[in-house]
Structure formats: structure tokens, C-alpha cells
């Protein structure tokens, strides 16, 4: 009987080590995946940077900054503003808004971007080789796949880090919300972009808006098949969202909420979302989105 006993809560007690083991692990790997959670917001504007970066440093958890270039402005312009919000954010920096790349040649697109990457390659963490390029207002499409394919080139000759976005715009419903065939996403990306830069790129990010397609909702289903479809596609690359947001107030808090908040099992997914109208929505910080993004960090931090 003594041995029974003793046979039994040997049992007990290997059971409990296991369990125990196993949901220390299970937190163990949940911590480790929320480290490698990326969050951004994008700017669009540096002026008056101080409210800016009172409200960048006031949120429960460090942010990436998307910062849009515009469009014939100087990259000194930009080195004294970026190295004060590099104190309290990590970088990066958008080469071209999509708006823009028709606007330049490829010699005064070349001449621009090792202009940025030549003064401004120590304070910028990651660099957006190309932005929304499969949109039907970026040109030409051998054209625009010949200028995102230099500036990989450049960002990588210098040992920086790269990101790349495409504008979201074949899924199934309705056809998405692209003009020809020719524009559509996943086809655009197989076809034009580069072969290295596809194994090699740091970030592949995609934009989207509801509100420019037909105020379509995808699926968490959806969002899984196209992030492991385009984990086929880049190899190498960390998957996210480049762009989100929408320009209707009424559902800014519902929408910011829902795509932070996104549960997506992919392979190498790491958020980002970097809401396009951070600069207006959550500077300064009495801003009641901010608020409302503040709260989200402060869940998904823990």
C-alpha cells in the first residue's frame, strides 16, 4: 500500500512539473512574440516637432515613426528634426510617398535617393524603398519597378535596412478595387518586382483603406491567406501592415483599435500598421485617439 501511495504522488507531481513547465513556456512564447511586435505611426509633417514628440514619448510603448518625405524638399531639411524624434522613436523614413514617384525621372529619382540615404543613413532606422508602387498613379510599371529596384540596391550597398509596400487591391470581393489587371497586387509583385529584392528586402508592408475599396472588411481568414501567401513570395521579409487608417472621424477609435488588435497567425508577421494620420489624430496628446492607441499598446504590451 506504501508503495502505491508513493507510486501515486510521484505521478501527481510529474503531472504538476509538466504543466507547470508547459505554461511557463506558453508564457514564455507569447512574451517572445510580443517583442517582436512592430507598432508605427506615420507623420506626414515635421513641423512643430515638439508637441509631436511630447505625445510619441507619452505612449505606454516605443513606436516606429513613418516619416513622409515630401516631395523636392531637402534632406537637410529633415536632419535636425528626425534626430530629435530618434531620441524618443526608432525610424523610418518613406523615400517616395506613392504620390510622388510619377513626378520624378529615374536620373532625378537616383539623384534624391542617394541624396536621403547619404544624410540621413545614420538617424534613419529602416528605409521604404517604394511605397503603394503597384498603384495605377505610380507610372509605369517597368518604369516604377526599375526605380524601387535602385533604391534597394542603394539601401542595401550601405548596409541599411529595407522596407517595401504594396497597395493591397485583389482580394476577391468585387473584383478589389484596382483599375486594370495589370494592378493587381500579388500579379504586380510576381511579375515586375526584382528577384533579389524579393529574397532580400527587410519588410514586405502592405496599405490598406477601407474606405477606397468598396468599404470592403477582409476576413481574418483572408488577411492569413494573403500574409502566407506573400511569405512565399518573400522569403526573407518580416510581414505587416505599411499603412492603415480612414479620414472619417466617426470611426477612427473602432478602426485604429481593430487593426492594432489584428490576431494574425503568419509566419514572420509583425503588425506595424503605422496609421497615416498620426500627426493630426494623436498630436498633441490631449488628442482623444491617442488615448485610444496609448490603451491598445498598453494591452498588447502585456
Not at 111 to 120: A, G, M, Q
Not at 153 to 176: E, F, Q
Request: some cysteine.
Amino acid at each position: 500500500m506504501k508503495n502505491c501511495i508513493l507510486k501515486v504522488l510521484s505521478f501527481i507531481v510529474l503531472c504538476l512539473t509538466i504543466f507547470s513547465c508547459s505554461g511557463d513556456n506558453s508564457i514564455k512564447n507569447e512574451r517572445e512574440h510580443n517583442k517582436t511586435k512592430l507598432y508605427g505611426v506615420t507623420l506626414d509633417s515635421i513641423k512643430e516637432i515638439e508637441p509631436t514628440i511630447e505625445a510619441l514619448s507619452s505612449l505606454s510603448k516605443k513606436v516606429m515613426v513613418r516619416v513622409v518625405f515630401d516631395e523636392n524638399i531637402s534632406a537637410n531639411s529633415y536632419k535636425k528634426p528626425l534626430q530629435k524624434l530618434k531620441k524618443v522613436s526608432s525610424i523610418m523614413g518613406e523615400l517616395f510617398d506613392s504620390e510622388y514617384l510619377p513626378h520624378y525621372s529615374f536620373k532625378a529619382y537616383k539623384k534624391r535617393v542617394n541624396e536621403y540615404l547619404d544624410v540621413l543613413g545614420d538617424v534613419v532606422d529602416v528605409w521604404e524603398i517604394g511605397n503603394e508602387v503597384n498603384g495605377e498613379w505610380t507610372g509605369e510599371p517597368s518604369d516604377v519597378a526599375k526605380k524601387v529596384a535602385y533604391a534597394y540596391s542603394a539601401v542595401k550597398k550601405r548596409g541599411y535596412k529595407s522596407a517595401l509596400t504594396l497597395y493591397y487591391n485583389d482580394y476577391s470581393y468585387n473584383d478589389g478595387c484596382w483599375a486594370k489587371p495589370e494592378e493587381k497586387m500579388r500579379p504586380w509583385a510576381k511579375k515586375y518586382l526584382d528577384k533579389e529584392l524579393k529574397k532580400g528586402v527587410g519588410y514586405l508592408f502592405i496599405s490598406y483603406y477601407e474606405e477606397d475599396c468598396d468599404n470592403y472588411r477582409p476576413t481574418k481568414l483572408e488577411w492569413e491567406k494573403l500574409f502566407k501567401e506573400l511569405g512565399e513570395m518573400f522569403p526573407n521579409s518580416k510581414l505587416g501592415f505599411g499603412e492603415v487608417g480612414t479620414s472619417n472621424p466617426l470611426k477612427k477609435a473602432e478602426y485604429l483599435k481593430r487593426y492594432y488588435t489584428l490576431d494574425i497567425n503568419a509566419s514572420r508577421y509583425v503588425g506595424g500598421y503605422f496609421w497615416w494620420y498620426a500627426k493630426e489624430d494623436i498630436v498633441p496628446k490631449s488628442k482623444p485617439l491617442w488615448g485610444v492607441l496609448d490603451e491598445v499598446l498598453k494591452r498588447e504590451e502585456k
